[in-house]
RNA sequence: CCCUCGGUGGCGAAAUGGUAGACGCAGUGGACUUAAAAUCCACCGCCCUAAAAAGCGUGCCGGUUCGAGUCCGGCCCGAGGGACCA
């Protein structure tokens, strides 16, 4: 038979079954498992990045990421590591909400669809995920360990001495002042500690979804990054996670994390540590009486203090309050700006003289503090001083206003050398600032985790105990937040949760002493994050109900850092896999929540991920016709031609067109692109329904089988970059299989064509080459180039084949086995052909044999003046002066030099010879 | 403006500073076949050629080196991220 589509989809089907039945990939732990062999192994942890199942289903770009950790997850099985891998569903989210609004139907039943069939579309592909190990967000027990994290969170403070979250019973302690205080007064308190807390301060309100946002989740441009509606900076209570408080952690610790530069600077970025110093200015009013009130500034660049000119401070600053203008106006209108509007702005400058000065303490020279909004409230203390004979920005406010610019003063020398200085006089004193903001962490949403906490009649927080846990969401008559006009800012947002007031006002009794007492339960939701945040710790144990979120041996044997320091002992995942889209959001999330189970002792390493892997994208071309309109890509037909025969005229030749059209002459090939007759446009970019350009993993396992689609995607390039998706090139990765199934069965009938006997030599160099070469690729996760390889590998054999008729086992088991991570199914179909009764997965992956990688001799390029003129081939072992001797006997060589005079010959032995004449 | 990554045939791409274009797609020619498909074999950067040889070639300009796709400096272009952050 040949292994085409139809017999391929048989194998597929046969061997997912056998793997099922036999649970062939379920992982063993050390602890409940200790007889079995693969726990003695190293441990391995591979994940990829939590998907969410949306309703569209998958296209063929969708998968790329999961075969690819497959395939190293396979790789290592057969190299002597415990693998676990897994695949859980990241469930909670907004698009199963809005489809739920849209039905009426519950978000629940869309989001158990959606799964249902992104588990159908995978199961297809073969890939190796522990059964017994996979979960969703949303399910109870889950949700519970969610919430039971946020308890921690909320009952922790930042210790900056130790630098390290603690429980909050510590700081109590540290603190016997507050015996004294009200229950109000202490929660007060308290929320000015918590990891955790409830801030009253202006957050992202975005009407149009409805709910409050983080600041990741606002674009540049000010707008939601979901649904792209307006944001506006609203004042309101809501929930925050002192993530700041971890910022220099979180910088810091990228050192030792084996990601790309690229997301680390990305974070880095993002934390945006910039080291300066705050400086204290008296402040006078116009008649320069001193008032009380000092201005604290921050600058990064305290050696140019002589060089203040005036002071700006943010339209929110206290010190607003007591300008002697009249700045009500500026005020409200700067304050009432949006963020799309300030990004608009940037670059011009508003403000207004408030009627005060500031004293620099250098030179007592008067400074005129204006409020303008180039002055962030938000980062630094809400004021500078300013510079504008060295900052742009400053230049640009005093060249409106009409201030003074000092050109030539006299600076430190140093920034430190200033910061002495300001520190002796008592003015002021070096300093850190971070970027990153606390993250809001409440959303007026239904389809999200509820709080674990209730408030008393007074409106004190309390967390509900660990056994009162997971609260689960209530039934509501519907999932709708309240949203507003997208514009509409004085908007107020209002909870899906709170419709339900049997569920919001509960008698309950916390296990504090006090007894049975009325409650209102939190109405916000965790943002979708919340679950993304610890998901790879339930891996490891997906059932687990202790007393803590892991097993603490478990979470030892997987995730200890001492098996993956390859840049800095950060333990966690050894190889993470996923799109760059997280650089900044989960990825910081999930390090933030990890660090504070790390700090309380709940996991023993202080980073989730120790390698970091970004997947490229596979893009589409999609065609437009004249109208612009998309025409279905599958259909479209692409004619070349050669501009030679007959040129499409160029409208518009510019000089530049006209040059390189003559010097490159005739050969220039065009390509048009036709659908039913008439000629469309190719346009290059992602895959969508509506561009009609969508190609689907189960359509190509249908036409070519799962085995082609998995060697496709991972021969189409290096992983990490994007590429095109293209079709008719399937056929190339069928044909590899094809030939690699004409190498152990004879299609005409149906027999081994395997025998226990050797063949050449030569071959047998191939074989033990194109092993040594595919371990370092596959290690690297190289697919592409490993695949390559044994293409070169399946060709040789069948030359062998067709010599001598058959093929040697010890070549035909090796093939199949390297075969075996990247297309499993024919690997195991074969594998039992050959006469193997148990499953390939766990069998050893090919080794090296040493004699067969040393060569007698070896063929270098012969260069003059460093270009190639002839080749040379001699024994490895002779010498430079015998490769010299020999190149320059060479006749080519000889004629090639006319008699030149040789100056210098370069040889290095086994790679190249260059004469100098 | 700042940060990161890219730019190599018709296309996807290979290449520890050492014979640029492995491998795949498309294309061309051949074998097999009544024929087609499939398979197998060969060719396949540009230019000049009957064919070679020579010449030119990894975005552009310089540099380092016996030798540069690779290292260094300066540009151009593209993608992503950040940006009135003091």
């Known amino acids: 038979m040949r292994y085409d589509a139809g017999l391929a989809n048989k194998i597929e089907a046969k061997w997912q079954r056998f793997w099922k039945e036999n649970n062939t990939f379920v992982t063993p732990d050390p602890d409940s498992n200790p007889d079995d062999p693969r726990v003695k192994k190293e441990p391995y942890v591979v994940m990829d990045m939590f998907p969410y199942p949306s309703g569209a289903g998958l296209h063929v770009g969708h998968p790329l990421g999961y075969i690819a950790t497959d395939v190293t997850a396979r790789f ?11 695949l859980g569903y990241d469930a909670f989210g907004l698009p199963a909400e809005q489809h739920a609004i849209k039905t009426g139907q519950h978000p629940r039943i869309n989001t158990e669809n959606n799964m249902a069939n992104m588990r159908h579309q995978l199961s297809m592909l073969g890939l190796a995920h522990d059964p017994s190990r996979t979960f969703a967000t949303i399910e109870p027990e889950y949700m519970r360990w969610t919430q039971w994290i946020f308890s921690k969170i909320y009952d922790s403070y930042f210790d900056k001495d130790l630098n390290k979250a603690r429980p909050i019973s510590e700081l109590i302690k540290k603190h016997p002042e507050w015996d004294s205080f009200s229950d109000k007064e202490l929660s007060d308190k308290l929320n000015e500690y918590r990891l955790a807390y409830i801030s009253e301060s202006p957050v992202n309100w975005c009407p149009g979804l409805g709910t409050v946002l983080a600041n990741e989740e606002v674009t540049a441009e000010g707008r939601s990054e979901r649904g792209n509606f307006p944001v506006f900076k609203k004042k309101m ?78 339209p929110e600053h206290p010190l607003v309050q007591l300008a002697t203008e009249d700045v009500a106006n500026y005020v409200e209108q700067a304050k009432a700006k949006s963020a799309v509007d300030r990004q608009q702005d940037a670059g011009k400058k508003t403000g207004v003289f408030s009627g005060l000065f500031a004293i620099n303490p250098i030179n007592n020279k008067q400074l005129p503090i204006y409020i303008a909004d180039y002055v962030l409230m938000g980062y630094g203390t809400g004021a500078i001083m300013a510079v504008p004979a060295d900052d742009k920005r400053d230049h640009e406010f005093a060249e409106t206003f009409e201030i003074e610019i000092a050109e030539n003063y006299e600076k430190f020398v140093s920034i430190p050398e200033a910061i002495k200085w300001i520190e002796e006089k008592g003015c002021g004193e070096g300093t850190t600032t971070y970027r990153l903001r606390d993250w809001l962490f409440s959303r007026q949403r239904y389809w999200g985790e509820p709080f674990p906490i209730v408030y008393d009649e007074e409106g004190i927080p309390y967390l509900l105990p660990d056994n009162m846990l997971p609260v689960l969401l209530p039934d509501v008559p519907n999932y709708e937040p309240r949203t507003f006009d ?104 999930a390090r933030f929540w990890h660090k504070v189970l790390f700090d309380l002792g709940y996991v023993s390493s202080p980073e989730p991920f120790h390698k970091l892997f970004n997947q490229g994208y596979i893009q589409a071309y999609a065609y437009t016709d004249s109208r612009g309109v998309y025409v279905p890509a599958a259909e479209v037909e692409a004619v070349s031609s050669s501009s030679s025969a007959q040129a499409v005229p160029s409208q518009s030749s510019s000089p530049a067109d006209l040059e390189s059209n003559t010097s490159t002459s005739a050969a220039k090939t065009t390509t048009r692109y036709f659908y039913k007759g008439e000629e469309v446009f190719q346009e290059y970019g992602k895959m969508g329904k509506s561009l009609l350009n969508v190609v689907t993993p189960d359509e190509i396992a249908e036409k070519y089988g799962a085995d082609t689609f998995r060697i496709y995607e991972m021969s189409m390039g290096p992983l990490d970059l994007s590429r095109p998706w293209e079709t008719r090139a399937v056929v190339g990765a069928q044909r590899y299989l094809q030939r690699l199934w004409r190498l152990v069965v004879d299609e005409e009938t149906d027999e081994l064509i395997v025998l226990d006997q050797e063949c050449d030599f030569d071959t047998y160099k191939v074989l033990n080459k194109t092993i040594e070469a595919v371990r370092v690729e596959m290690e690297n996760i190289r697919p592409n180039t490993a695949i390559s390889k044994l293409i070169v590998l399946a060709n040789r054999l069948t030359g062998v084949l067709k010599n001598v008729g058959w093929v040697p086992r010890e070549a035909a088991e090796a093939i199949v086995l390297m075969t075996a991570p990247l297309a499993p199914h024919i690997a195991e179909e074969l594998w039992q052909r050959l006469g193997h009764t148990d499953t390939i997965t766990y069998a050893d992956f090919p080794k090296v044999n040493e004699k067969y990688l040393k060569d007698d001799t070896v063929k270098v390029g012969v260069q003059i003046n460093g270009k190639v003129r002839s080749e040379l081939e001699m024994s490895v072992s002779a010498t430079k002066e015998e490769w010299e001797k020999a190149a320059l006997g060479l006749d080519r060589i000889q004629e090639m030099l006319d008699g030149k005079a040789v100056k210098k010959v370069i040889v290095v032995p086994g790679r190249i010879v260059n004469i100098v004449a």
Not at 76 to 86: E, F, I, S
Not at 527 to 541: D, E, M, Q, V
Not at 546 to 558: E, Q, R, S
Request: with cysteine; charged share 25%; aromatic share 10%.
């Open 76 to 86: 290592m099985r057969m190299t002597g590591k415990n693998v676990l891998h897994a």
């Open 237 to 314: 209570k809501q929930w925050s996670m002192r993530i700041t408080a971890y910022a220099d952690r979180l910088d810091s610790d990228l050192a030792m994390l084996d990601w790309t530069e690229k997301v680390k600077a990305m974070q880095h970025n993002w934390i945006g540590k910039s080291h300066g110093a705050y400086i204290e200015f008296s402040v006078t009013d116009s008649q320069s009486t001193t008032i009380s009130e000092k201005l604290k500034v921050f600058t990064t660049r305290p050696d140019t203090l002589r060089g203040a000119t005036f002071a700006v401070i943010a």
């Open 486 to 589: 997208s514009d509409d800012e004085n908007s107020e947002p209002e909870p899906p949760l709170g419709r339900n007031d049997d569920w919001v006002y509960v008698e309950l009794d916390l296990q504090d002493g006090k007894g049975l007492r009325k409650f209102r339960r939190e109405t916000n939701t965790m943002p979708n994050w919340a679950g993304s945040c610890w998901y790879y710790l339930r891996y490891l144990n997906a059932k687990w109900s202790g007393d803590t979120v892991v097993d603490p041996k478990l979470d030892k044997y997987w995730l200890s850092p001492n098996h993956n320091s390859t840049v800095g002992k950060s333990g966690g995942v050894d190889l993470y896999v996923g799109g760059v889209e997280h650089a900044v959001l989960h990825l910081l999330y």
